[in-house]
């Protein structure tokens, strides 16, 4: 799925932004108190000076890294000297973790120098776009950070299409015997493939 449609970004001084996709979400801005976080979705965190950030996972030992991987509901703290972070939140359920870039398939410091300047590289492009002409002519989400599509989960044709009609409204209602008439499913098999 695209990460493009329905694209909102924030845009505020000292090159804070927040651009919010339907399966991606980019953040530049402060990173806030040291406490523990559990990500709905992937997490990679990213320093924007190039100075080690620190990590540790669920109460462990804290790890030192540029680049911070911390996948779904993982329990972490995160911190740095400098008050800023990059961060990327990816969607679970948008990816194959299986065939993620191997640097992405980790949990905690993971050595990726070229990644991070990408990133950062990344963001002083969205600032000058969001100054010039807004979120509109943002480019893809993964192509600006990972240099091409990540791998989508391999679902049955059907349940895409339903899941590309809802997040292309996700206010629209769904129920889902509605939902499985539209792809040509009884009740009970749209059920099982979709969970």
């Given at each position: 799925?695209?990460?493009?449609?329905?694209?909102?970004?924030?845009?505020?001084?000292?090159?804070?932004?927040?651009?919010?996709?339907?399966?991606?979400?980019?953040?530049?801005?402060?990173?806030?108190?040291?406490?523990?976080?559990?990500?709905?979705?992937?997490?990679?965190?990213?320093?924007?000076?190039?100075?080690?950030?620190?990590?540790?996972?669920?109460?462990?030992?804290?790890?030192?890294?540029?680049?911070?991987?911390?996948?779904?509901?993982?329990?972490?703290?995160v911190?740095?000297?400098?008050?800023?972070?990059?961060?990327?939140?990816?969607?679970?359920?948008?990816?194959?973790?299986?065939?993620?870039?191997?640097?992405?398939?980790?949990?905690?410091?993971?050595?990726?120098p070229?990644?991070?300047?990408?990133?950062?590289?990344?963001?002083?492009?969205?600032?000058?776009?969001?100054?010039?002409?807004?979120?509109?002519?943002?480019?893809?989400?993964?192509?600006?950070?990972?240099?091409?599509?990540?791998?989508?989960?391999?679902?049955?044709?059907?349940?895409?299409?339903?899941?590309?009609r809802?997040?292309?409204?996700?206010?629209?209602?769904?129920?889902?015997?509605?939902?499985?008439?539209?792809?040509?499913?009884?009740?009970?098999?749209?059920?099982h493939?979709?969970?």
């Open positions: 799925m695209a990460a493009r449609r329905t694209t909102t970004a924030l845009r505020s001084s000292e090159g804070r932004l927040m651009w919010l996709g339907p399966t991606r979400v980019f953040y530049a801005g402060l990173l806030g108190a040291t406490s523990y976080r559990s990500l709905g979705g992937h997490g990679v965190y990213v320093s924007p000076t190039g100075e080690p950030l620190r990590m540790r996972v669920a109460g462990g030992a804290w790890h030192c890294g540029e680049v911070l991987v911390v996948p779904a509901r993982v329990s972490h703290q911190a740095t000297a400098h008050p800023q972070i990059l961060n990327l939140l990816l969607e679970s359920e948008s990816l194959d973790r299986a065939r993620l870039p191997s640097f992405l398939r980790h949990c905690g410091p993971v050595d990726a070229g990644f991070a300047q990408r990133v950062r590289d990344g963001h002083a492009r969205l600032l000058a776009l969001a100054d010039q002409d807004g979120p509109a002519s943002f480019p893809d989400f993964d192509a600006l950070f990972f240099g091409a599509t990540l791998p989508p989960p391999v679902l049955d044709a059907r349940i895409r299409a339903v899941i590309e809802i997040v292309a409204d996700p206010a629209a209602p769904s129920p889902a015997e509605a939902c499985a008439a539209a792809v040509g499913l009884s009740f009970s098999r749209f059920l493939l979709f969970k």
